[in-house]
């Protein structure tokens, strides 16, 4: 099964040139997206009107009294802010959030072929959980590009999806993205002839850079916090994510 995974390296690298024209394609998606430039003029009237505004007096240590408004959210209101400004995932968001991973899983999987040879066990849970799903993405070829695409701008919109489990769809594909520059260095260096320990060396630091932002991602989406901690990556994730 791995020689045939193999075999098929070239149907993944297409794949990989086809997200490197979608990366250069992604601000100006991103651009005319509908939240980028929704905005909404701010009526005072229509706000005080959709709110509570009680009023009181203050008296200062000079003795003159001034009015001092204090305005009361609504129950919704408040509940939509706590979940915009909170980091805590609960119940089936921890599951969901995990989801996305899947991407970088299956297509940084290639650069564990050294490590399977080497532990037979990994291999075999290989063998057993990820080439299935290997084999999928490689019977359809648009089927990842689709899962890319949904992940990018699909999860951007989607009513009543909360922004951590947004935010970890919008880091997966970040993840998967980092995949492009080891993917097209061993493109040019293909048929070079270089030694095979160093072969072993750049496929393995990739595996473990890549196994390493994974499984920290689910193993803190499942505690019920946000893994916002993976450098560089997660900052561009909160930013493709948005404000709310």
């Known amino acids: 099964m791995m020689e045939t995974r193999l075999r098929n390296f070239s149907r993944c690298t297409k794949f990989q040139h086809t997200k490197c024209i979608l990366l250069f394609m992604l601000p100006t998606l991103l651009i005319s997206s ?30 003159h009294s001034s009015l001092k408004a204090k305005i009361f959210f609504p129950a919704t209101t408040q509940t939509a ?69 949904l992940l990018v701008l699909g999860t951007r919109n989607a009513d009543g999806m909360s922004r951590v ?3 970890n769809a919008q880091q997966a594909v970040l993840i998967d993205i980092t995949l492009i520059l080891p993917t097209l ?10 030694p095979r320990s160093y072969q072993e060396f750049g496929s393995n630091f990739v595996f473990y850079a890549l ?6 991602s689910v193993a803190t989406n499942l505690t019920g ?13 909160e930013y493709l994510t948005g404000p709310f």
């Open 34 to 63: 509908s939240w980028a430039f929704q905005t909404t003029p701010f009526s005072p009237s229509s706000f005080i009107s959709s709110h509570q505004v009680g009023y009181s007096h203050v008296q200062n240590k000079n003795g």
């Open 81 to 149: 802010l706590k979940m915009w400004n909170s980091d805590e995932i609960n119940g089936p968001d921890k599951i969901k959030a995990c989801i996305p991973y899947l991407l970088p899983l299956i297509d940084g999987d290639m650069y564990g072929k050294f490590i399977y040879q080497r532990v037979p066990p990994l291999k075999f849970l290989d063998d057993l959980f990820i080439a299935p799903l290997v084999d999928i993405f490689e019977a359809y070829p648009f089927f990842p590009l689709i899962f890319f695409v």
């Open 165 to 167: 489990v947004r935010f």
């Open 185 to 194: 260095i061993g493109e040019g260096l293909d048929g070079v002839g270089v």
């Open 211 to 216: 196994m390493t932002a994974i499984i920290y």
């Open 225 to 237: 916090r946000k893994p916002n901690g993976i450098p560089y990556v997660s900052d561009a994730a």
